[in-house]
């Protein structure tokens, strides 16, 4: 299995910072990454696919970036809606493997 | 705009198989694939796995031995079945439609606790 590790686990910012969450793959998987958001209570929700395609309807201050095995998500101006947990999801292959998550709290 | 709703009994006893049905709304299941992901309380996402509107199935190698998923698409629903169940399996299942273009998932059900407990 491909193992996905991000980083931090959870951070403190405040409503305009510029965000950044890392996250590594255990092998090379191409650009086979997704974004997720998750607010508490509710579903998951794809952001970001193919490691840098922005969602139809996820706000442009959301970005994706990285191949290979490491791969960054930045919010740029974080905004109050913002605060949730962060999951990335590899889809180079079975099983399809998430990482445990970056919880964005705030500061 | 597909939407997807999870239903199924909300508490299972340990040993007891584990059914729960996702019912797709505002499309046809007849042409996607679909999965099911579950979240432990308070700990991340596991990819089930999915099955597709043929009925041909991928599962998840840590549970393959005790999953079932099927399609029923006189009703536009999909199914699951995990037996044997214990407390570890209690958590909140999810359903999600699977784009194939890069295996991502979109959009998701709401979402429904599963206790396992007797």
């Known amino acids: 299995d491909i193992q996905m590790t991000q980083s931090p686990s959870s951070l403190s910012a405040s409503v305009g910072d510029r965000v950044t969450i890392t996250c590594r793959a255990s092998?090379?998987?191409?650009?086979?990454l997704n974004w997720y958001q998750q607010k508490p209570g509710k579903a998951p929700k794809l952001l970001i696919f193919a490691a840098s395609s922005l969602q139809s309807g996820s706000p442009s201050r959301f970005s994706g970036s990285g191949s290979g095995t490491d791969f960054t998500l930045t919010i740029r101006g974080l905004q109050p809606e913002d605060f949730a947990t962060y999951y990335c999801q590899q889809s180079y292959n079975t099983p399809l493997t998430f990482g445990g998550g970056t919880k964005v709290e705030v500061k | 705009q597909v939407q997807l709703q999870e239903s199924g009994p909300g508490r299972v006893k340990p040993s007891e198989t584990l059914s729960l049905t996702c019912t797709v709304s505002?499309?046809?299941?007849?042409?996607?694939?679909w999965s099911w992901i579950r979240q432990p309380p308070g700990k991340g996402l596991e990819w089930i796995g999915y099955?597709?509107?043929?009925?041909?199935?991928n599962y998840n190698p840590s549970l393959k031995s005790r999953v079932t998923m099927s399609v029923d698409t006189s009703k536009n629903q999909i199914s699951l079945r995990l037996n044997s169940v214990t407390a570890a399996d209690t958590a909140v299942y999810y359903c999600?439609?699977?784009?194939?273009?890069?295996?991502?998932?979109?959009?998701w059900g709401q979402g429904t606790l599963v206790t396992v407990s007797s």
């Open positions: 099955v597709s509107y043929t009925g041909s199935t």
């Open positions: 505002g499309g046809s299941i007849s042409s996607d694939y």
């Open positions: 999600a439609r699977v784009v194939l273009v890069r295996n991502r998932f979109d959009p």
């Open positions: 092998q090379s998987i191409s650009n086979y």
